[in-house]
């Protein structure tokens, strides 16, 4: 008599029947498929002490060996891709669970929060009796309608589970319902449960996606679920030491990165009055590249940096080429993307056969800042600057930045983005003369306003005497209005600020 071995580690005889019936269960219903098919495709050889692990895995194998060669294009019938994803739903749950019915999701809930993979607080926000009502309306049967390549994303990359040991702690549908009952939990009583539902349907069904933070994170003790961040670093060591730095906790956190760096001066560039020469952008590259990649994002997905600066900047020909296969491993940061901001203005002068003079930013503060606000008055700063003989710069062929620079690394790697700053000004969704906007984020998709940090441990102080007398002092939020009628953070103001004496 031969015997297997289950996955509690019990030794049982072995029954064909509920081979067949398996495999039966997994292709019901599905035209085009056969029970026959996958057993003779599996050609088990079974023996003594044999794992129904083992089993489980030989029939998927199978089944994922069908999907190719029975697909019929014409009619789109995917065939044995549903029967691999139910497959794979039966040896998950029986990882999972230890058997193919899910216990209830009060259940779960308390077994996985004591393992320490959900936060606790999802016992807090709701009692026993609502998550009942949760588990009522969650459909398991729906893990059975997915395909095996969307099963596979998901235990692969969403679920929670040990990456460490391979432990997983939850299905499919448990995952959606712990996103939308986080998501909800803030919603008045009376009617959240009704939001949690409508929330776990539409995700469930496809009807929207879910950026991979907020899936793989709600619910879980991961408190971060932005899924692209905006950092900028300004021309100093402590900004760019703080760049890193962010870098490498927002990816840790699942987060991909857009960098702006046009404010940092070129190499070659005077530091202390010409004591020492600047290294250039490409040293920090690398650095930012290691802190982004020193982090793990627990296998979901690998960190990921799209890197902003101006078309004028004086390291142009430095900065278009990183991403290309010529050069060295000194010269280029390939792992990263780049995005270049242009303007109407340079596309005039490539048009017309004209040349772009290129700056070191760190020389024309307001010509930077006027970029990214106004359109008009960088145009007159420019010319007026091309004039001056004073200013460090260097003149090239529009064709030269355009057509050989920009359009050809674009076309040659894919992933040399553009940011139309004059678009940005006049039709973007804030004020740039308040609020300039200076980058877009990892997928070159939305405008949101950035200040470069200084330091990450030191968020600025600010005393400030009130009109009754009385000192306050004001720190990293607070705003104090200028005398100019503008305002500042605490952290951003310098020594030349002149403050009202007013607090906002």
Not at 9 to 28: F, M, T
Not at 225 to 247: K, N, Q, R, W, Y
Not at 297 to 312: D, H, K, L, M
Request: charged share 25%.
């Amino acid at each position: 008599m031969i015997t297997v071995i289950k996955r509690n580690g019990e030794s049982v005889p072995l029954d064909i029947s509920k081979i067949q019936r398996q495999v039966a269960h997994a292709c019901k219903g599905i035209d085009g498929t056969s029970p026959s098919m996958v057993e003779i495709k599996a050609q088990i050889e079974l023996h003594d002490g044999m794992t129904t692990k083992t089993i489980d895995e030989l029939l998927l194998k199978a089944m994922v060996d069908l999907i190719d060669e029975t697909e019929n294009p014409e009619t789109n019938n995917v065939n044995y891709q549903y029967v691999a994803g139910r497959q794979r739903v039966s040896m998950l749950r029986k990882e999972v669970y230890g058997s193919y019915t899910p216990p209830r999701l009060y259940d779960i809930v308390k077994k996985n929060v004591s393992e320490g993979m959900y936060t606790n607080e999802l016992l807090d926000w709701y009692s026993e009796d609502e998550w009942n009502i949760i588990d009522l309306f969650i459909d398991h049967d729906k893990d059975e309608t997915y395909t095996y390549a969307a099963i596979a994303q998901l235990t692969e990359k969403y679920l929670v589970q040990n990456r460490a040991t391979g432990q997983v702690y939850e299905t499919p549908q448990v995952r959606y319902a712990i996103a939308a009952a986080t998501a909800f939990h803030n919603e008045p009583k009376d009617t959240r449960l009704k939001l949690v539902k409508e929330y776990y349907e539409c995700a469930s069904d496809g009807h929207f996606s879910l950026a991979t933070p907020v899936l793989a994170g709600l619910g879980t003790t991961t408190k971060q679920f932005s899924s692209c961040v905006l950092i900028s670093s300004d021309d100093t060591l402590d900004s760019i030491f703080a760049a890193g730095e962010m870098m490498a906790k927002y990816a840790s956190k699942r987060a991909g990165i857009g960098l702006e760096i046009g404010r940092i001066r070129p190499l070659g560039a005077p530091i202390r009055n010409g004591e020492i020469k600047h290294t250039g952008m490409i040293p920090f590259l690398k650095k930012w590249f290691a802190d982004l990649r020193s982090c793990s994002q627990g296998g979901i997905r690998n960190a990921s940096c799209t890197v902003t600066f101006p078309i004028w900047h004086y390291q142009f020909e430095d900065l278009i080429v990183l991403k290309n296969n010529q050069g060295t491993e000194e010269t280029r940061v390939r792992q990263m993307d780049y995005s270049v901001v242009v303007n109407k203005m340079f596309w005039n002068r490539y048009k017309n056969g004209g040349s772009i003079t290129l700056f070191d930013p760190h020389e024309v503060p307001d010509l930077y800042e006027a970029y990214y606000r106004d359109s008009q008055e960088f145009e007159k700063l420019y010319t007026q600057y091309e004039q001056d003989p004073k200013i460090k710069k260097k003149t090239l062929p529009a064709v030269e930045i355009f057509k050989n620079g920009i359009l050809k690394e674009r076309t040659d790697t894919g992933r040399i983005y553009l940011v139309n700053i004059d678009n940005v000004i006049n039709q973007g969704p804030f004020d740039t003369k308040t609020d300039p906007i200076y980058q877009s984020n990892l997928c070159a998709e939305i405008l949101l306003p950035t200040r470069p940090f200084q330091r990450l441990d030191e968020e600025g102080e600010y005393k400030l005497t009130m009109d009754t007398g009385e000192e306050v002092t004001l720190a990293g939020e607070h705003k104090v209005l200028l005398k100019d009628g503008t305002r500042k953070k605490v952290r951003e103001l310098d020594e030349n600020d002149d403050i009202e004496n007013l607090l906002i």
